[in-house]
């Protein structure tokens, strides 16, 4: 069974960083790509990163990019996601998801908050 | 980039209403959507990928269409536990992005 649990959110101030984990098992984890969906508070979803298998290419949404950085240790089944200057508008539910043959994400772990604020 | 717009942002239908969402990428995508139910306080599902290739698992109710820049997702007669919000989703290539969801509603 694929499972996908997120870790490392929390309250963090303006400026400040946090990094997300997102453990995986019931799978090959180095076979799939790998993406972060994030849905800020009664907004719809936006895909914020992607990274494929062996973690030698990543990708990133225009509103994060150069912030946020996604890797992966395919030695631990773990996917991270270092978040750097965060902004109010940065506050949401984080997603972990495993990806298909396209940008497709088959399965969703439950999510971690992030939230932005002073 | 490709955007991705949804219509419409939401409807009311009755049990056993046939429903129909459209999805309009602003450049072509061949048939690289996907479809994702996310149901009150609850993680997306995927519904479909590739269009129209219904996931395990999905009622048969559910089907997708379409190719180029217009799809569809249709229930073919909406039932109670069909309430959610539907997004769509251009999967060609990263970086991905999803349509702005269409909320559905009984009735």
């Known amino acids: 069974e694929v499972q996908l649990v997120e870790s490392g959110g929390g309250l963090v101030q303006p400026g400040g960083s946090l990094r997300l984990s997102c453990a995986a098992s019931g799978f090959t984890f180095s076979s799939y790509a790998m993406s972060w969906v994030r849905q800020a508070p009664g907004k719809g979803l936006e895909w914020v990163s992607g990274i494929i298998g062996s973690g030698d290419r990543t990708y990133y949404a225009d509103s994060v990019k150069g912030r946020l950085t996604i890797s992966r240790d395919n030695s631990k089944n773990t996917l991270y996601l270092e978040m750097n200057s965060l902004r109010a508008e940065d506050t949401a539910v984080y997603y972990c998801a495993r990806d298909g043959s396209g940008w497709y994400s088959e399965f969703w772990g439950q999510g971690t908050l992030v939230t932005v604020s002073s | 980039d490709i955007q991705m717009t949804q219509s419409p942002s939401s409807l009311s239908a009755s049990v056993g209403d046939r429903v129909t969402i459209t999805c309009r990428a602003s450049?072509?995508?061949?048939?690289?959507l996907a479809w994702y139910q996310q149901k009150p306080g609850k993680v997306p599902k995927l519904l479909i990928s590739a269009a129209s290739t219904l996931q395990p698992g999905v009622p048969s109710r559910f089907s997708g269409g379409g190719s180029g820049t217009d799809f569809t997702l249709t229930i073919s007669s909406l039932q109670p536990e069909d309430v959610a919000t539907y997004y769509c989703?251009?999967?060609?290539?990263?970086?991905?992005?999803f349509g702005p969801g269409t909320k559905v509603d009984i009735k």
């Open positions: 450049q072509g995508i061949s048939i690289y």
């Open positions: 989703q251009k999967c060609n290539s990263a970086p991905s992005t």
